[in-house]
């Protein structure tokens, strides 16, 4: 196991369910309903590698480690490009922070990570010659 991915996917499950909070007792009042859908791909896109990441964290003591290690660095710089532009992007709509020029272009560099990290992580169970054992 790798604790520090781990670590990594409690906190950021737990940054999605405040934001999802966030969101549904605040935000959604003072943005329009399509600036809140893109808000909630974001958390959806979050969660969805929250797991991933997990998956990482527990199967790397089984898989190629340092493909896997690539994963899990991966999926949390998606998470942070891809779902971190798409809350950007809805608290500029929204006018609570200041609009930051270019912002947008983080969030494809962030789906590219996303899909790398799959990428890396099938590759690193792949080429593993190790078999594993079934539980009986």
């Not at 520090?4 to 909070?21: D, E, P, R, S």
């Not at 009042?29 to 974001?42: D, K, L």
């Not at 493909?67 to 999926?75: H, P, T």
């Not at 950007?88 to 912002?103: E, H, K």
Request: charged share 10%; hydrophobic share 55%; aromatic share 14%.
């Amino acid at each position: 196991m790798h604790k520090g991915f781990l670590k990594t996917a409690a906190l950021l499950g737990a940054l999605g369910v405040i934001l999802g909070a966030f969101e549904t007792h605040f935000l959604k009042s003072r943005v329009a309903e399509g600036s809140a859908n893109v808000f909630e791909t974001g958390l959806r896109y979050q969660f969805y590698h929250v797991f991933a990441l997990l998956a990482v964290g527990i199967l790397y003591g089984s898989f190629r480690k340092s493909i896997l290690r690539l994963a899990g660095i991966f999926f949390i710089a998606g998470i942070i490009f891809f779902s971190g532009t798409i809350y950007l992007i809805t608290l500029m709509s929204a006018d609570m922070i200041p609009v930051i020029s270019g912002v947008a272009l983080a969030a494809p560099l962030g789906g590219t990570c996303l899909i790398l990290g799959w990428i890396l992580m099938f590759f690193a169970i792949f080429t593993t010659k190790k078999q594993l054992t079934s539980v009986k």
